[in-house]
């Protein structure tokens, strides 16, 4: 029989080994900090609808140890407050795969004594490991709704840990705090919101998700410079988070675009290219911040463009475009650039984010010539 102590050595072991090359002060935190606490409920997917998933049980402490996504809450619905016939939705918070989240933590850097902002409080777990790294230091996490704060700042608390667990948006005026030695986020955003940066003292590290709309994220690792602004880059590893909302709540979601009608061509550049999250997030980084992807259609809803695409095997693709723009042709144009360039890994790409606010993600081929994208 499983015991919860062989579980979670077995998920210190498999950190250790598949999260690149750590440091071990975090492969020694999910060693000791367990995960089982924080997730007493989560759910599982049973065709299209989720449902709740209550321990103990072998299956169950299997689940929680193992490396993946745990989702705790569906639109709004905590999984321990889910109905029995399940909840049907978008995913709104979980407990992240831990060998990302380790790999996070190693790019954070987190000291003994250090002063932590979470931004994603989630289910606490994070915090927790980031409470056991900084030692003495403070941690301060916030998320979005009481429900969530409430449940983790109780579970932290029982497993001997005393953050600041706050309710607050995440995207602008929570209560002040710090100045921070270390900020992390663990939802995504476009662009790095002000608020981050100004809360992080000079050489404090920041490390943030980059949602992108085409589907590839990646976690890029800023570190403040004297002037105000922060520099930095992009880690390996693949990174797609459930993105920083609203205080309204709200999902953005690209479902529900019409069938489009409008203007045909044809393309060698087929939908199946999006599939290779590398390249979504490098081709998602040439398109207008408000695109929306739901499947093979793009949409902008600031001018109504849209661009539907579909596949045929062995002939050209056709692309439908309608609305003031061709969504689909920044796309192709990345395509070459991302064949020239021998398909750039996401650690290639830099970061910069200026006093004035501007944020700009860099790329420098080999023969030295530049591409640069403003966020
Ligand atoms: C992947 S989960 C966080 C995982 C968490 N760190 C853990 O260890 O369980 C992302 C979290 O971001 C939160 N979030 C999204 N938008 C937010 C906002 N505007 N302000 C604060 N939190 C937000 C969600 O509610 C969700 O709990």
New binding site residues.
Partial sequence: MTTELDARMRLGREVERTASVLSSRVVEAFLNVPRHP?VPVFYRRDGGVYRAWRGPGEGWLRAVYADEALVTEVDGVHAEDAPEAGVTGVA?????APTLMAEMLDALDVRPGDRVL??????????ALLCHLAGAGSVTT???TER?TDAARERLGTAGFGPAVVR????GAYPDGGPFDRVIA??AVRRVPRAWLDRCVTGGVIVVPIGNALGGGAVVRLTKLRAGGAAGRFLHRPAA??P??GEDGGTVRAGGVARVEGRRRTSVVGARVLDDHAFSFWAGLALPPAVLRDGATLHDPTDGSTAHIEDHPGRPSTVTTSGPRDLWQPVETARTSWRRYHRPRREWLTMTVDPDGRQVVSFTAPDGWPTAWCL
Avoid: K, Q
């Fill in positions: 924080f709104t918070s979980s407990s992240t979470e931004i994603g409080t989630g289910t606490g777990y994070n915090a916030l998320d979005r969530l607050a948006d995440g995207a663990t939802c988070f459930m920083l909302r």
